[in-house]
């Protein structure tokens, strides 16, 4: 069995992220292993008929900075655990994104967080933690949200 060092986790700042937060904490305290935190964000694009409206660079600007803010944020609320933990803020599809930086820190393990959305909400929002559990390279352990969205 391969040794679990470095473990990746993606948050989108949510209470789902939260808990896959904690549980990759919770499994690194015991193998000592080191956490990435990780946020990805897409700047929004807009298409219509005749084109499309891409985000202007001081909307794009003000998006990175409450990005970092945010896992700035995270991160100094989990520090003192006695954990290594490391922050990475990425900007493109999330789901390459997650999986780009798994690769680049050579991360052993994957957690993230999924909402667990079925029907039309899925349909509509797409699943970004199947895409990355479809696509890695690397194991992947999905934490459930246990609120149950429609």
């Known amino acids: 069995m391969t040794e679990l060092r470095r473990i990746l986790v993606p948050t989108d700042f949510t ?21 990435t935190v990780m946020h990805a964000y897409e ?30 944020a995270t991160v100094k609320r989990l520090a003192g655990r006695g954990i290594a933990i490391e922050s990475v803020l990425r900007e493109g599809v999330i789901w390459e994104e997650i999986n780009a930086v798994a690769e680049s820190i050579a991360a052993d393990l994957i957690v993230i967080g999924t909402h667990g959305r ?33």
């Not at 209470?15 to 956490?35: I, N």
Request: no cysteine; aromatic share 2%.
């Open 15 to 35: 209470e789902t992220s939260d808990k896959a937060v904690e549980w990759a904490l919770g499994l690194a305290a015991k193998l000592g292993a080191a956490v």
């Open 43 to 72: 700047l929004p694009i807009i298409g219509f008929p005749d084109g499309a409206i891409i985000a202007t660079p001081e909307i794009a600007s003000h998006i990175a900075d409450a990005s970092r803010a945010a896992l700035d």
């Open 118 to 150: 079925k029907g039309l909400a899925r349909a509509l929002l797409g699943s970004m933690a199947e895409n990355v559990i479809r696509t890695a390279t690397r194991p992947v352990v999905s934490i459930r949200d246990t609120h149950g969205h429609a």
